[in-house]
């Protein structure tokens, strides 16, 4: 079975700042995909940023990045000039990739991110 | 439009009695996917169908029942609701062939079991 670990309960940064949130996860599969959701108040679960684990380079989306350390089944989000928007929780999330079997995700239990002026 | 709605968004119930909660989805994704979501737990899988013939337990199914009425519906019912069961459900989807599978959820529903 698969576990996905977020060790930050909260974090909190200051607007413009950087943040990184952690993540680790635990499989023994080679093909999986791994995730960031953000959570606002709103109660919305937005995807954030997709990885495949099959690729070397970790993905960007704007002024979110990862750094993907496969071997270290590392799995980190970094938000680059924090937004007061950017509050919300976070939730890293693991699949394995399956291609004949609806895929499940694993989730964390979140790290709570609190932007501040 | 929202691509997934949820039906409906909070909902306050008695024990015992019988919920139903609605999925319905525009993006034309085969799969979808029912998860709780309690404080400190994250969300976890109830039940989720692969086309509208498959159906099949997550690892929290125990009193829940889930139906696919058409590719784009997945309804999930409480048949006698405890207090337990308090929690917020989100609806999710998918599709393997367009987007390698990645989840996209609905807003959620909040639903309280007095």
């Known amino acids: 079975a698969q576990t996905v670990t977020q060790s930050q309960p909260e974090m909190s940064v200051q607007e413009a700042e950087t943040v990184t949130l952690s993540c680790t996860y635990d499989t023994s599969e080679n093909n999986y995909y791994l995730f960031w959701y953000k959570q606002p108040p709103s109660r919305q679960m937005i995807l954030v940023i997709r990885q495949e684990a099959y690729k070397q380079q970790n993905a960007t989306e704007n002024r979110f990045s990862v750094n993907f350390q496969k071997a270290a089944k590392s799995f980190s989000l970094k938000i680059s000039d924090s937004q007061l928007g950017d509050t919300a929780m976070y939730f890293c999330a693991f699949m394995t990739f399956n291609t004949g079997t609806a895929s499940k995700l694993t989730f964390g239990t979140g790290t709570r991110l609190q932007v501040t002026l | 439009d929202a691509d997934v709605t949820q039906t409906p968004r909070n909902r306050i119930t008695k024990t015992g009695k019988r919920i139903m909660l609605e999925c319905s989805q525009t993006?034309?994704?085969?799969?979808m996917y029912w998860y709780r979501q309690d404080p400190g737990l994250g969300l976890r899988l109830i039940y989720y169908?692969?086309?509208?013939?498959?159906?099949n337990k997550g690892e929290i199914s125990d009193g829940y029942s889930v139906s696919r009425q058409a590719q784009a519906k997945f309804s999930l019912s409480l048949e006698s609701a405890i207090p337990n069961q308090t929690a917020l459900y989100f609806c999710?989807?998918?599709?393997?062939?367009?987007?390698?599978?990645?989840?996209?959820f609905g807003p959620g529903t909040r639903l309280t079991v007095l």
């Open positions: 169908s692969f086309d509208v013939k498959d159906i």
């Open positions: 999710a989807t998918s599709d393997y062939r367009r987007s390698s599978d990645t989840q996209y």
């Open positions: 993006k034309g994704h085969d799969r």
